[in-house]
């Protein structure tokens, strides 16, 4: 299911962001089925990163000092529930989210490189070429400076103070609020 929900509500995001950026909902050669299948195995990554780090967050938390941390974060709102679920996202998103992010631009340019095409996309991948085509200033500058600090780890916080059946629907649906995000970020130039 995680594949599903982020393959439908992530590339609907990037679908929004294009009508943002250009007034289309579809361009040749922005390839929403290979955006989708990218977002779909990128769900299926982020389900697992979620169960390791809000299991291995909590046990963290109780190694250095917290007691109860994994029991906290199955029960009942509070402050330390809100600490804890703030301890996950933060875990997450300095370990995890840049190779994300990372991974996501690389399989984006492959996408233009092979304009947008199914097929093409199954082609074999220069990420070395890839990687050399990244606008670090925009990926380092913004996407990982600023997004994560000010809107990906608070907005992970609400995600981990949420039972785990809705964790992984509402990453999804902020997959919509990310395309909106860049898009908004790259008519502005951040």
Known sequence: MSFIKFAILATLGEVIGLRIRTGKYFQKGFGVLPRALV???LGLSLKAAF???ASGTPVFLENVGMDNASTIITGDFSFKKVLVSFS??????IFYAPVL????????IHIVNTEGNF??????????SIIQKI????????????TIPLFWI???TITFLLPPE?????????????GVLLSVASLKKY
């Open 39 to 41: 977002w779909g195995f």
């Open 154 to 156: 608070p907005a992970q």
């Open 135 to 146: 606008d670090w200033n925009m990926h380092w500058g913004f996407i990982l400076k600023r």
């Open 119 to 128: 097929g093409r996309f199954f082609t074999r991948m220069n990420v070395l």
């Open 51 to 53: 169960d390791i780090f």
């Open 101 to 108: 992010m990372t991974v996501h631009k690389i399989t984006d």
């Open 88 to 93: 996950i996202s933060v875990a997450i998103n």
């Open 166 to 178: 809705y964790r992984v629907l509402f990453a999804a649906f902020l997959g919509i609020v990310l």
